[in-house]
């Protein structure tokens, strides 16, 4: 299996401008998670999925934050207008019902807004 | 929510030494996973261990559910087990995932 497939890997933006992040989680997973990761803040979950229906997004900073998944194999997160404190790692992360509820992360979009 | 503490926040070792990192949570959890990020940034899972001890290789984690703590041990460290260590836990949230703040662990050559 691929694992779970995150682009872009790196993006550097300006103040202001949209950014969205991709995602695309393993085959069969049934749940999928944005986590945001930043020094001061440590590992945060931003929203996450269940058989493509959004169930909890408190932990969404603010509207300027969406997120939507369409389909069992794909999900955005997007920032509009991005700001430079929303600079961090953005990770997604699946899991399936079945699978010991093992959570597998992807590698990280390394988000910087200047 | 469900708190989670790591302890201690950093461990500095000297290759082939032992080490246990602590987490403590605060309620009752039906999901206990533990987690390495490596230098490069990847999260790697390498328990999920809600209850009992596991064993993979030289690493091997244990998890008091009644008395809501988890440990993991590490033996003979290598360089290569340098990176952050993370319990994350899952309470009566169903689905929601919630995370420590990490054991930041160096091993030195």
């Known amino acids: 299996d691929a694992g779970v497939i995150q682009s872009p890997r790196h993006e550097v933006t300006e103040m202001g401008q949209e950014v969205t992040l991709r995602c695309k989680p393993i085959?069969?997973?049934?749940?999928l998670f944005w986590y945001r990761q930043t020094m001061m803040r440590g590992l945060e979950l931003l929203i996450y999925f269940n058989n493509n229906v959004p169930i909890d997004d408190s932990g969404m900073p603010e509207d300027r934050f969406s997120a939507k998944m369409p389909n069992a194999s794909f999900s955005t997160l997007k920032i509009q207008p991005s700001e430079p404190r929303d600079s961090a790692v953005y990770f997604c992360?699946?899991?399936?019902?079945?699978?010991?509820?093992?959570?597998?992360f992807g590698e990280g979009s390394w988000l910087t807004v200047v | 929510g469900i708190q989670v503490e790591q302890s201690p926040p950093d461990l500095i070792l000297q290759e082939g030494a032992n080490s246990t990192l602590r987490c403590n949570f605060s309620?009752?959890?039906?999901?206990l996973q533990w987690f390495h990020q490596n230098p490069w940034g990847q999260l790697i899972n390498l328990f999920y261990?809600?209850?009992g001890t596991k064993q993979n290789g030289r690493l091997s984690a244990t998890t008091v559910a009644t008395e809501r703590y988890s440990l993991l041990y590490i033996s003979s460290s290598q360089t290569t087990d340098s990176g952050v260590y993370f319990c994350?836990?899952?309470?009566?949230?169903?689905?929601?995932?919630?995370f420590g703040q990490g054991t930041i662990l160096t091993v030195h050559p």
């Open positions: 309620d009752s959890v039906n999901n």
């Open positions: 994350a836990v899952q309470g009566t949230s169903y689905g929601k995932l919630t």
């Open positions: 261990i809600p209850s």
């Open positions: 085959s069969g997973h049934d749940y």
């Open positions: 992360a699946s899991r399936g019902t079945g699978s010991g509820n093992t959570i597998y």
